[in-house]
């Protein structure tokens, strides 16, 4: 499997390109930023995208879909909690910050367990809401998973945005994420990687 991480925009949103060595098909998670980079990378890794995943709709996760979209010709993928972030500047936040940003409506809905196949590499969705009502984590193998806005190595995310749930965000991660095993590298929408185990034992947001 091939999967890189870049950190994009300002805000340093970390978007994912996950890619299938054998029929060279990939998936762009989280364009927030920076399209040129975003397709320089995937054109370098020579794959053909299949799908635009978004863990959810905030402005720094989709800020640059648009462009990656009209590039790729790709489906772009939401859970259904968070569908009405990509056509509503004030749900997605951008209009607090000034961009005004909405996007055409997703190409398909997501729901927990969903799967999303790419090439012969089996993406499992897993709805994790908290941050957003539609917020989700992406098991991309046994050993690795896209947490989004749900956890970060060392914090957790934010509950105090529209749709927001601190309780429902603790419930989420205990309840979805610390499950898998102690190796299991976490990759998160902001910040460094972590594993469970790390997050287990030593973030203190949940003790």
Do not use: W
């Amino acid at each position: 499997m091939i999967f890189r991480g870049l950190s994009v925009g300002m805000m340093d949103s970390n978007c994912y390109i996950i890619g299938c060595e054998e029929t060279r098909e990939g998936v762009i998670v989280d364009p927030g930023a920076d399209a040129k980079r975003i397709l320089k990378k995937v054109e370098e890794l020579d794959l053909k995208i299949v799908a635009i995943v978004l863990t959810h709709g905030h402005i720094d996760h989709i800020g640059a879909l648009s462009d990656v979209r009209e590039a790729t010709s790709a489906p772009v993928m939401i859970h259904a909690e968070d569908a009405a972030q990509l056509t509503d500047a004030g749900k997605n936040l951008s209009v607090y910050v000034g961009s005004n940003i909405s996007t055409k409506a997703a190409d398909r809905l997501l729901q927990d367990n969903d799967k999303i196949q790419v090439g012969k590499i089996t993406l499992e969705v897993i709805h994790t809401p908290g941050h957003t009502r539609g917020g989700i984590s992406i098991k991309c193998s046994p050993d690795i998973i896209i947490t989004g806005d749900t956890l970060f190595a060392g914090s957790i995310g934010r509950s105090d945005f529209p749709g927001g749930n601190h309780n429902q965000l603790i419930s989420s991660i205990k309840t979805r994420l610390l499950v898998f095993p102690d190796g299991a590298k976490v990759y998160p929408g902001h910040g460094p990687s972590s594993t469970i185990g790390e997050e287990k034992k030593f973030n203190p947001f949940l003790r």
